[in-house]
């Protein structure tokens, strides 16, 4: 019998049974790629019920790839999960070897850099000059806009500067020393879509991974704006706590009212619209010192008494429904500074300290899986995934590990503490924020418009992805386009920037 007759065969011989094929791929549901390869040997028919697309299709999307494709929309399955499997080989390679393109997002006229924020792959920044600007990293030739302000004509005199930004896949936010939130609708353009007022200057500020939803804290003061279905903004919920608030984060994956989670001082807040607020933790001199919020979870690390009274911080991980604290983690001598439950893989947790360590928990076991010796000075920035870390310190150093051997794959140094990591399967940003804004001798002229390069601050963008590397490992000043008339560096306006070509 051909093979091209294979496919016609209603029943499958299985040892001294004759089973029909949709049973017989039924059975094969359950084998994995390795399995599926030997039973192509057994036989011809074997062999083609065995690279049958639905099974393949099965796998590639057990295995994480092409999720949001159909089983119509490739031909061969099996030659798909292959490339797939061959790509992220080679991107985890280009990670450990640090093999890629790096490029440097400035912006010279915004003076001093204070806030940096990022959502797949896309960029948003504030200066000590008022400008918010947006970097799409996705595509080097794209011009990065700088987002308009309300501060107008009306307000003489220098714009105040930004304290915070956030961004998600819709919009942006930039919150100001005066007190002032403007929102930014991704889709539309550069004015603003929303703007609301606080009577002091903000001291958190937070944004929907999802939706249109901003929590800000001013003062004794958490205010929570949305927008409805027709884009109308409202105020959904304020609350009036007793203490300053520290951290802000909303609660991701909830239907309805946003919910908040503040941190002030030595309480924690679980704020919902309609009802008071709920304190979900408390103990008197114990302040928080970090916070990040899961879709049920929430990990905060506290400051404890001291060795003398045998209380040391640790990071608690406290249960969103019942508001019971689910287990306690580390015993350090060192604050912990940061905290990522939220991006690290099911049942782990990544923690940043004071005493230069990076620690992995095992939520399921309640104990440290490692412990890195990671900075010269505290850790700032951390995040994980199934493979590798990537912290920042306060020194400056950005640090790549393999998680599972407890080494460090490579580093990189800048001048500013690094206060924002973010990455993901093919690129990594990461910001060194000053944290003096107003820097003695920062400009030569009084009546410069800029900071030496050494005041400013620096994000990078990295990017591993083989498909691009072609092109984004060429040098900023050879992808130019030569259009522009005048060039702008170190200071000195350039007449001639570029060659006539």
């Given at each position: 019998?051909?093979?091209?007759?294979?496919?016609?065969?209603?029943?499958?011989?299985?040892?001294?049974?004759?089973?029909?094929?949709?049973?017989?791929?039924?059975?094969?549901?359950?084998?994995?790629?390795?399995?599926?390869?030997?039973?192509?040997?057994?036989?011809?028919t074997w062999k083609v019920l065995a690279e049958d697309e639905v099974l393949w299709y099965r796998l590639c999307q057990q295995e994480g790839y092409l999720l949001d494709?159909?089983?119509?929309?490739?031909?061969?399955?099996?030659?798909?999960?292959?490339?797939?499997?061959?790509?992220?080989?080679?991107?985890?390679?280009?990670?450990?070897?640090?093999?890629?393109?790096?490029?440097?997002?400035?912006?010279?006229?915004?003076?001093?850099?204070?806030?940096?924020?990022?959502?797949?792959?896309?960029?948003?920044?504030?200066?000590?000059?008022?400008?918010?600007?947006?970097?799409?990293?996705?595509?080097?030739?794209?011009?990065?806009?700088?987002?308009?302000?309300?501060?107008?004509?009306?307000?003489?005199?220098?714009?105040?500067?930004?304290?915070?930004?956030?961004?998600?896949?819709?919009?942006?936010?930039?919150?100001?020393?005066?007190?002032?939130?403007?929102?930014?609708?991704?889709?539309?353009?550069?004015?603003?879509?929303?703007?609301?007022?606080?009577?002091?200057?903000?001291?958190?500020?937070?944004?929907?991974?999802?939706?249109?939803?901003?929590?800000?804290?001013?003062?004794?003061?958490?205010?929570?704006?949305?927008?409805?279905?027709?884009?109308?903004?409202?105020?959904?919920?304020?609350?009036?706590?007793?203490?300053?608030?520290?951290?802000?984060?909303?609660?991701?994956?909830?239907?309805?009212?946003?919910?908040?989670?503040?941190?002030?001082?030595?309480?924690?807040?679980?704020?919902?619209?309609?009802?008071?607020?709920?304190?979900?933790?408390?103990?008197?001199?114990?302040?928080?010192?970090?916070?990040?919020?899961?879709?049920?979870?929430?990990?905060?690390?506290?400051?404890?008494?001291?060795?003398?009274?045998?209380?040391?911080?640790?990071?608690?991980?406290?249960?969103?429904?019942?508001?019971?604290?689910?287990?306690?983690?580390?015993?350090?001598?060192?604050?912990?500074?940061?905290?990522?439950?939220q991006d690290s893989p099911p049942y782990m947790l990544v923690t940043g300290n004071k005493d230069r360590r990076v620690r992995v928990y095992d939520l399921r076991q309640n104990q440290s899986l490692c412990s890195l010796y990671a900075h010269h000075l505290g850790v700032s920035a951390v995040q994980m995934d199934d493979?590798?870390?990537?912290?920042?310190?306060?020194?400056?150093?950005?640090?790549?590990?393999?998680?599972?051997?407890?080494?460090?794959?490579?580093?990189?140094?800048?001048?500013?503490?690094?206060?924002?990591?973010?990455?993901?399967?093919?690129?990594?940003?990461?910001?060194?924020?000053?944290?003096?804004?107003?820097?003695?001798?920062?400009?030569?002229?009084?009546?410069?418009?800029?900071?030496?390069?050494?005041?400013?601050?620096?994000?990078?963008?990295?990017?591993?992805?083989?498909?691009?590397?072609?092109?984004?490992?060429?040098?900023?000043?050879?992808?130019?386009?030569?259009?522009?008339?005048?060039?702008?560096?170190?200071?000195?306006?350039?007449?001639?920037?570029?060659?006539?070509?």
């Amino acid at each position: 019998m051909l093979i091209r007759d294979l496919n016609e065969i209603n029943e499958i011989p299985f040892f001294d049974v004759q089973l029909p094929y949709e049973l017989a791929l039924k059975i094969f549901q359950y084998l994995g790629r390795i399995e599926l390869g030997k039973c192509a040997q057994v036989s011809r028919t074997w062999k083609v019920l065995a690279e049958d697309e639905v099974l393949w299709y099965r796998l590639c999307q057990q295995e994480g790839y092409l999720l949001d494709n159909s089983i119509s929309d490739g031909s061969c399955w099996k030659l798909a999960l292959k490339d797939c499997r061959a790509k992220e080989h080679t991107l985890r390679t280009n990670w450990k070897n640090r093999v890629g393109a790096v490029s440097q997002l400035q912006y010279e006229l915004g003076k001093i850099l204070c806030s940096v924020h990022s959502c797949d792959g896309v960029v948003i920044s504030g200066y000590t000059s008022g400008d918010v600007r947006l970097w799409d990293t996705r595509t080097w030739d794209y011009t990065a806009p700088i987002l308009e302000s309300m501060h107008g004509a009306a307000e003489p005199g220098p714009q105040p500067h930004v304290s915070f930004v956030r961004i998600n896949s819709s919009l942006a936010v930039a919150a100001y020393e005066d007190g002032t939130i403007n929102v930014w609708s991704l889709m539309i353009g550069r004015e603003p879509i929303h703007r609301y007022q606080h009577n002091q200057k903000l001291q958190a500020l937070a944004l929907g991974l999802e939706g249109a939803a901003i929590a800000s804290a001013s003062g004794f003061q958490v205010k929570v704006e949305s927008s409805d279905d027709r884009g109308y903004w409202q105020t959904t919920a304020e609350f009036e706590i007793q203490k300053l608030v520290n951290f802000l984060q909303l609660v991701p994956g909830v239907i309805g009212s946003p919910v908040t989670l503040a941190a002030a001082e030595d309480v924690v807040y679980l704020l919902k619209a309609e009802q008071p607020g709920k304190i979900l933790h408390s103990v008197y001199g114990q302040p928080v010192t970090c916070l990040d919020v899961s879709a049920n979870e929430a990990a905060f690390g506290v400051k404890g008494f001291g060795w003398l009274l045998n209380e040391t911080n640790k990071i608690l991980l406290y249960n969103l429904e019942t508001g019971q604290c689910v287990t306690q983690l580390g015993s350090s001598l060192g604050d912990f500074t940061c905290v990522n439950l939220q991006d690290s893989p099911p049942y782990m947790l990544v923690t940043g300290n004071k005493d230069r360590r990076v620690r992995v928990y095992d939520l399921r076991q309640n104990q440290s899986l490692c412990s890195l010796y990671a900075h010269h000075l505290g850790v700032s920035a951390v995040q994980m995934d199934d493979w590798k870390i990537v912290s920042g310190g306060e020194e400056g150093l950005v640090c790549v590990w393999d998680q599972r051997m407890g080494t460090k794959l490579w580093e990189i140094h800048a001048r500013h503490p690094v206060r924002y990591i973010w990455f993901n399967s093919h690129s990594l940003i990461t910001a060194n924020i000053p944290d003096e804004k107003n820097p003695r001798g920062a400009s030569i002229m009084d009546d410069d418009l800029t900071a030496h390069r050494r005041h400013r601050g620096i994000i990078y963008a990295y990017e591993f992805s083989v498909d691009q590397l072609a092109v984004e490992s060429v040098l900023p000043i050879c992808r130019s386009s030569y259009d522009e008339a005048i060039g702008y560096n170190y200071n000195i306006g350039l007449s001639v920037p570029y060659d006539n070509i």
